[in-house]
């Protein structure tokens, strides 16, 4: 089976521009989360998808927005690059929401705003 | 607010002794926990749970410990192994408001495993 992908794996791009990445769940799982992972911070959570709808949102402000196909595959735009973006953008999938279940992480795209 | 804190942001061990992790946290509608690894350029890898109703929860060389009381969690590795060095990630979710996979994380420990 194969796991979660996420396109591109690295991205360069300018303060002000905006960019969309891209998540592939795993077959069959129809959660899809979103964290942003900086030095010293952790993962910080985005956003959750179940079924096309979003079904949590974290502290972050409305220039971050995703969404969910329904094909379960997942993306999130980021508009007004600023420097602080920077970051590892990290998708994690699931069968359900809110079980034991345990979710898998994609490698993340790494993002770096110049 | 950092609910979910990993202390030590390193941690060197000798292979074959035990490796502790440390996790606190203050949020006590947590229900569930989770402990992740994490190699440099891949993304987190699931390795061992607790629900809140358990105090202990063991899978081969890894056993998570759970004390609700203290708001503390720890991950024992025994005996350490050279791949097991890695960063390692707590995590914790709470379901309290409805069904959600949003997990809160720790911000690591890097564990360096001697040979």
């Known amino acids: 089976k194969a796991g979660v992908t996420q396109t591109p794996r690295y991205l360069i791009k300018t303060r002000g521009q905006q960019v969309t990445l891209s998540c592939s769940p795993i077959?069959?799982?129809?959660?899809v989360s979103w964290y942003q992972q900086t030095p010293g911070q952790g993962l910080q959570f985005l956003f959750e998808y179940f079924s096309e709808t979003q079904r949590n949102k974290g502290n972050f402000p409305g220039r971050f927005s995703g969404r969910q196909f329904s094909n379960s595959r997942s993306e999130m735009n980021v508009s007004t690059l600023e420097l602080g973006d920077s970051a590892l953008y990290l998708c994690?999938?699931?069968?359900?929401?809110?079980?034991?279940?345990?979710?898998?992480f994609g490698p993340g795209t790494r993002l770096t705003v110049t | 607010d950092q609910q979910v804190k990993q202390n030590s942001p390193s941690l060197s061990v000798q292979e074959g002794r035990i490796s502790i992790l440390n996790c606190d946290y203050t949020n006590s509608m947590f229900d569930y926990f989770l402990w992740y690894k994490k190699y440099p350029a891949e993304g987190p890898t699931f390795l061992i749970s607790i629900s809140s109703i358990k105090d202990k929860n063991e899978d081969g060389r890894f056993t998570v410990f759970l004390n609700k009381s203290a708001k503390h969690l720890s991950l024992h590795i025994v005996p350490s192994q050279p791949g097991d060095s890695a960063v390692y990630f707590c995590?914790?979710?709470?379901?309290?408001?409805?069904?959600?996979?949003?997990?809160?994380f720790g911000t690591g420990t890097l564990l360096a495993v001697q040979p």
């Open positions: 994690a999938s699931s069968l359900g929401t809110g079980g034991i279940g345990e979710q898998y």
């Open positions: 077959s069959g799982h129809r959660s």
């Open positions: 995590a914790a979710r709470s379901n309290y408001g409805g069904a959600t996979n949003k997990l809160i």
